[in-house]
């Protein structure tokens, strides 16, 4: 028994002899773990607040597209890019104040915000979609080289023909009848490879690549 009693008195002085050692070393590692978690779960908090409140102005902002007021849309989408840059709210937010600012006939302003979502947004369909109407609008306003450098980004496969068709309209439109032409071929086989993944049938977009390949006059 006295035997054990002193077995017992060594192990409790080792760990003395170690908590003076590492015992520092160890509260201070456990103060960190728990300021860690506290961390974690306030900034979960500001997450949930954050994305709270821009979609509870993201739903005022879709209110006032429904009742067609302009202004109120461009304003709810400034507060929201503003305030809650970081949300996907914003990035839909911008998407939608682009479409309302180029029906009003301000495509610039249009195509900063669409600029804007595809830089920002989290979501790569998204950003996708943003650059897509960015660079329609920059067509429309004949700024080609620059709508044919957003579209050199590649795009997920769902945006791939859409890309494709609109690089071979502006090389259509430059005069490169031969570049076109490999565009819309590029086209037609994104939406053929689309089609097949998603066992859909032949629609009518064919048809118009088709057409517009053709259009663009045969190769040299």
Same mark, same amino acid.
């Given at each position: 028994?006295?035997?054990?009693?002193?077995?017992?008195?060594? !192990?409790?002085?080792?760990?003395?002899?170690?908590?003076?050692?590492?015992?520092?070393?160890? #509260?201070?590692?456990?103060?960190? @773990?728990?300021?860690?978690?506290?961390?974690?779960?306030?900034?979960?908090?500001?997450?949930?607040?954050? #994305?709270?409140?821009?979609?509870?102005?993201?739903?005022?902002?879709?209110?006032?597209?429904?009742?067609?007021?302009? !202004?109120?849309?461009?304003?709810?989408?400034?507060?929201?890019?503003?305030?809650?840059?970081?949300?996907?709210? =914003?990035?839909?937010?911008?998407? @939608?104040?682009?479409?309302?600012?180029?029906?009003?006939?301000?495509?610039?302003?249009?195509?900063?915000?669409?600029?804007? *979502?595809?830089?920002? &947004?989290?979501?790569?369909?998204?950003?996708?979609?943003?650059? @897509?109407?960015?660079?329609?609008?920059?067509?429309?306003?004949?700024?080609?080289?620059? *709508?044919?450098?957003?579209? =050199?980004?590649?795009?997920?496969?769902?945006?791939?023909?859409?890309?494709?068709?609109?690089?071979?309209?502006?090389?259509?439109?430059?005069?490169?009848?031969?570049?076109?032409?490999?565009?819309?071929? %590029?086209?037609?086989?994104?939406? %053929?490879?689309?089609?097949? &993944?998603?066992?859909?049938?032949?629609?009518?977009?064919?048809?118009?690549?088709?057409?517009?390949?053709?259009?663009?006059? =045969?190769?040299?």
């Amino acid at each position: 028994m006295a035997t054990y009693d002193l077995e017992e008195q060594e !192990k409790i002085e080792e760990l003395k002899t170690w908590w003076k050692m590492h015992g520092t070393l160890v #509260t201070a590692a456990v103060a960190a @773990l728990a300021v860690a978690v506290v961390g974690w779960q306030a900034w979960q908090w500001w997450q949930r607040s954050q #994305t709270g409140q821009a979609s509870q102005l993201y739903s005022h902002l879709q209110q006032a597209l429904e009742q067609q007021d302009t !202004k109120r849309v461009r304003l709810l989408a400034g507060e929201l890019i503003d305030r809650f840059p970081a949300t996907g709210h =914003a990035a839909m937010a911008a998407l @939608l104040s682009g479409r309302v600012l180029l029906e009003s006939g301000d495509p610039k302003s249009a195509a900063a915000q669409f600029g804007w *979502a595809a830089r920002h &947004a989290k979501d790569a369909g998204t950003r996708d979609l943003a650059r @897509l109407r960015q660079a329609l609008v920059l067509v429309d306003e004949k700024s080609y080289d620059e *709508a044919l450098k957003l579209l =050199a980004v590649p795009p997920a496969p769902t945006f791939a023909a859409r890309y494709q068709e609109l690089r071979g309209d502006i090389l259509a439109a430059q005069g490169k009848g031969d570049e076109a032409r490999a565009a819309y071929d %590029e086209a037609i086989k994104a939406l %053929e490879a689309s089609r097949q &993944a998603e066992g859909l049938p032949p629609g009518p977009y064919l048809e118009i690549l088709q057409a517009k390949r053709d259009a663009a006059g =045969a190769r040299s």
